[in-house]
């Protein structure tokens, strides 16, 4: 028997965000106990109701869902990335409105009190701008040595950014709050743009979830056609990377990294050219990277086996299986999706 592990989600929830909450639902090694929601492709407050609604699709509107901040620790929200994920973050496929309310703490709240509810277990998927993570160390001066793991989708350490030629987008949003959480007294994982743009999903991927019997797989099938749409001017043809998914399947030990050396690593926190580069110090490249004193962030740099089969599988495994509790209409309209 396989045992979960508790997983607090940080997300702010996009296209990625909800393939990434679907495959943490999906997988035997997570126990989602609760998620955050931060501005980053939509607004917190966007992406929370987002975040309910995909919860009820698929039969898990008990797990809490916290609205996270709304500005980043400098500056304000800048309004997202519509031209990535759609007004709506989703696609503009319109889900049913749950009937769950959010609760009663804020996503920082929500971290610190999970911290020490699973005290030494609970593993950390922060996908979105690391708002609420820089807020929950503020609270919990002792938070890193409450949680098991920490895993960040961000940054960029070889590979160019996606927002600026050096910095990706959920360290560019928040660039004080990820120096934050990169210098905490904690262990990262930092699953960055060298093998999320290197992780690709392709257009029969996505027909396998159109064509599946799964509301779930349904709905993320319409979503993936909007954000294909925009990576077709990046890669050429109707795909996409797989930031978020490729994050949350690398927390729970679903996939094996090819090359992961532990590092160093910092953000840039001026107001110049490099604003929001995440400095991984990767001198080690000569000799195979060996072990460097004082260095806590592990960077994937690839994997040993392509990732989308392993994420599609699994998606629809348990959706169409005896394990979902989703419900057996599907909660999706098209509304307004461009061609």
């Known amino acids: 028997m396989t045992t979960p592990f508790p997983i607090y989600l940080d997300c ?38 987002n975040t309910l609604d995909l919860l009820e699709l698929a039969g898990s509107a008990h797990i809490p869902v916290a609205l996270g901040a709304h500005h980043p620790v400098a500056g304000s929200f800048g309004g997202g990335a519509p031209w990535v994920h ?47 993570l820089a807020e929950a160390l503020r609270l919990e001066p002792a938070l890193p040595s409450l949680v098991d793991t920490v895993t960040v989708m961000g940054g960029a350490a070889l590979a160019p950014g996606n ?67 925009f990576y077709e001017g990046i890669y050429g043809r109707p795909c996409s990377a797989m930031h978020d998914p490729l994050a949350a399947a690398l ?33 080690g490249l000569y000799a195979g990277y060996p072990p460097v004193k004082g260095a806590r962030c592990r960077v994937v740099l690839s994997l040993e086996e392509d990732f989308a089969p392993h994420l599609v599988e699994t998606l629809l495994a348990f959706f169409e299986g005896a394990g979902s509790t989703e419900g057996t209409t599907p909660a999706l309209a098209s509304a307004g999706s461009p061609a």
């Open 163 to 229: 927002i600026t030629p050096v910095a990706e987008a959920n360290i560019h949003n928040d660039p004080e709050a990820a120096a934050l959480v990169l210098a905490a007294d904690w262990d990262v994982t930092l699953v960055p743009l060298d093998v999320t743009m290197a992780s690709v999903l392709e257009e029969g991927h996505r027909q396998a979830l159109l064509a599946s019997s799964s509301p779930v797989a349904q709905v993320l099938g319409e979503m993936l056609g909007y954000y294909f749409r």
């Open 251 to 283: 927390a729970v030990g679903a996939v094996t990294p090819a090359l992961a050396p532990v590092v160093r690593a910092a953000v840039d926190t001026s107001d110049g050219l490099g604003r929001g580069q995440t400095v991984c110090d990767m001198r």
């Open 12 to 49: 702010d929830t996009g296209i990625d965000d909800a393939l990434a909450l679907a495959y943490l639902l999906a997988s035997p090694f997570a126990c989602v106990k609760g998620i955050g929601t931060v501005s980053g492709n939509v607004s917190a407050a966007v992406g929370a109701r």
């Open 86 to 132: 759609g007004e709506n973050g989703i696609g503009e496929v319109a889900l049913a409105p749950a009937a769950a309310s959010l609760a009663g703490e804020s996503a920082a709240e929500m971290l610190v009190r999970l911290a020490r509810l699973y005290r030494g277990t609970l593993r950390v998927v922060a996908i979105g701008p690391l708002t609420n």
